[in-house]
């Protein structure tokens, strides 16, 4: 009668052909996993850009998109802000609100830092009615992973980009 299995030096064998590919195709499935969820935070916040822009033109009045608590990361309200202070507090009507993405880092230029208003005519504009004008990055977890980017131009038109993660706007995303 003959036995049938494995060896120990063919299981140990097979253990390490598995043991290579995984170290191989890992690294990989992080990336992928990785991009996935900054193109899903990109389209995620240009959504709620447009959707703050048509609420302006809609109602014919301005309307603001403002982080929670000053952060982009905690995710961001529409609401009209009665007193134009571009924070939401009580009298103000939200009309919307989103949670960010599984991102590392979301960074705003310049007034974007703190908040995007849009006028009755759908220009963005800063509270004292100058243009309001910038990019919110949306900064990766893996080194040499690009950037998403959503441009806002000076009428209040999105756009949006890619570019290599900068340390400058995507603090310690570069040491995972």
């Not at 924070?87 to 995007?116: K, N």
Request: charged share 20%; hydrophobic share 40%.
């Amino acid at each position: 009668m003959r036995c049938k299995g494995f060896t120990l030096v063919e299981l140990l064998t097979a253990l390490a052909l598995v043991t290579i590919l995984l170290s191989i195709g890992l690294p990989a499935f992080g990336r992928l996993i990785d991009n996935q969820r900054m193109d899903v935070g990109k389209e995620q916040l240009a959504r709620s850009i447009q959707q703050t822009r048509e609420e302006a033109v809609r109602r014919n009045e301005a309307v603001t998109m403002a982080p929670v608590d000053g952060d982009w990361n905690a995710g961001w309200r529409i609401f009209i802000d009665r007193n134009s202070n571009t924070l939401f507090d009580q009298g103000d009507q939200l009309l919307g609100q989103d949670m960010a993405a599984s991102v590392h880092h979301i960074h705003g230029s310049g007034a974007l830092a703190r908040y995007l208003r849009y006028n009755a005519l759908g220009e963005s504009e800063l509270v004292n009615g100058g243009f309001l004008a910038g990019t919110l990055r949306l900064c990766p977890h893996q080194q040499g992973d690009d950037a998403r980017m959503l441009i806002i131009n000076r009428v209040g038109r999105l756009r949006l980009d890619r570019e290599p993660a900068q340390p400058r706007y995507c603090p310690a995303s570069l040491a995972h």
